[in-house]
C-alpha cells in the first residue's frame, strides 16, 4: 500500500546557512477507479481512504446515491508492480444492481470526467451537464441555521485537525461540522477534489446521506466541481477560505446551495443563501 508521507533529502538554506537534512513529503500516486470491473477514471491522490473516494466520486455524479446501492469496493488483484507485488492503485466499485443505472450513464462519464494532476477527479464541467444527472436534486431547501460566530471559527478547528499538513505543508483538506461548530470528520489530500470525496464517501458507507444538516469546509476555493459535489451530497452549506468561481455561485444560486468564501476569521462574503445564515445587522440599520 502507498505511503501518506514519504521522506527525502534536501538542501537547505536558512538565514544564509547552508545544511541537508530529510524533510517529510505528502505521498502521491495514481488511482484508478473501475465501476463493475470497467476502468472509468484515474486520478493523483495521497493513499488513503481509497474506497471512500471512489465512492464519493460516484456520488458527485450521480451513479451512487445511497448505501444500499454499494455492493462492495476492493483492489484488484491483478494491478501490479514491477515485482509482482499489489500496487493498490486500482479499486473496483461493485453496484449492487447494476441493471439500475439508465443506458449509456458510464459510457457519458467516460467522455465527461477529466483529471488533473492539481485537482483529482473532475466531474461535469458545465452547468448543462450537471442538470443531466439523474440524481440532479431540485432546488435544497430547509437546512441548518449557521451563526455567522460559528463559520468564523471553523477554519482553525479544521487547521488544528490537520495531522498530516502539519508535517508536509503540502495537502488540502475538507471538513463537515454540525451548525454548531461541532467537527465530525476531516479529510486530507493532495487534491482538494479528493479530499471531498473521501469525505462524502465515509458518509455514504455510513448510510449518512444526504449531508443536509452538515457544513462543508475546504481549505482552498470554491470550485464548480466542489460545489457540484456538495450539491450531490445534499450538503446545504459550503463555505471557503479562498474565493468561489463564477460558475460556482451560479450552481449555487441555482441549486439553493448557501456558499460563503474567503472565511478569514470573522470577515466573509456570502455569495448565495444567506437565508440560512444569522449574520450581524446591516452597518446603518434602524438609523
Not at 52 to 68: C, D, T
Not at 139 to 146: A, I, K
Not at 165 to 184: I, Q, W, Y
Request: glycine content about 12%; aromatic content about 4%; overall charge neutral.
Amino acid at each position: 500500500m502507498g505511503r501518506v508521507t514519504e521522506r527525502r533529502r534536501v538542501v537547505r538554506v536558512r538565514d544564509g546557512a547552508l545544511s541537508e537534512r530529510a524533510d517529510t513529503l505528502v505521498g502521491e500516486e495514481p488511482l484508478e477507479i473501475r465501476v463493475n470491473g470497467r476502468p472509468l477514471a484515474v486520478t493523483m491522490r495521497t493513499p488513503g481512504d481509497d474506497f471512500a473516494l471512489a465512492a464519493g466520486f460516484l456520488v458527485s455524479e450521480g451513479v451512487l446515491g445511497a448505501r444500499g446501492e454499494l455492493s462492495r469496493v476492493t483492489y484488484c488483484a491483478g494491478a501490479t508492480g514491477e515485482d509482482g507485488a499489489n500496487t493498490y492503485n486500482v479499486v473496483d466499485v461493485r453496484l449492487a444492481d447494476p441493471m439500475a443505472l439508465p443506458d449509456g450513464m458510464l459510457d457519458g462519464l467516460e467522455r465527461n470526467v477529466y483529471t488533473t494532476s492539481s485537482c483529482g477527479v473532475c466531474g461535469k464541467a458545465s452547468l448543462d451537464a450537471v442538470r443531466t444527472t439523474a440524481r440532479w436534486p431540485l432546488p435544497l431547501t430547509g437546512g441548518p441555521r449557521v451563526p455567522h460566530s460559528v463559520l468564523a471559527a471553523l477554519p482553525d478547528r479544521l487547521r488544528e485537525a490537520q495531522r498530516v499538513f502539519d508535517r508536509t505543508g503540502g495537502l488540502h483538506a475538507a471538513a463537515l461540522f454540525t451548525a454548531e461548530g461541532r467537527l465530525l470528520d476531516v479529510r486530507e489530500d493532495v487534491g482538494r477534489h479528493n479530499a471531498v470525496d473521501k469525505l462524502v464517501g465515509r458518509a455514504l458507507e455510513q448510510g449518512l446521506l444526504p449531508l443536509s444538516d452538515a457544513v462543508l469546509l475546504v481549505s482552498g476555493r470554491a470550485s464548480f466541481e466542489l460545489a457540484q459535489k456538495a450539491v450531490m451530497a445534499g450538503v446545504q452549506v459550503l463555505a471557503a477560505v479562498s474565493a468561489p468561481s463564477s460558475l460556482a455561485v451560479d450552481l449555487a444560486a441555482e441549486a439553493g446551495l448557501t456558499l460563503v468564501g474567503f472565511l478569514r476569521g470573522a470577515s466573509m462574503n456570502v455569495y448565495a443563501g444567506a437565508e440560512r445564515l444569522v449574520l450581524p445587522a446591516r452597518q446603518g440599520a434602524g438609523a
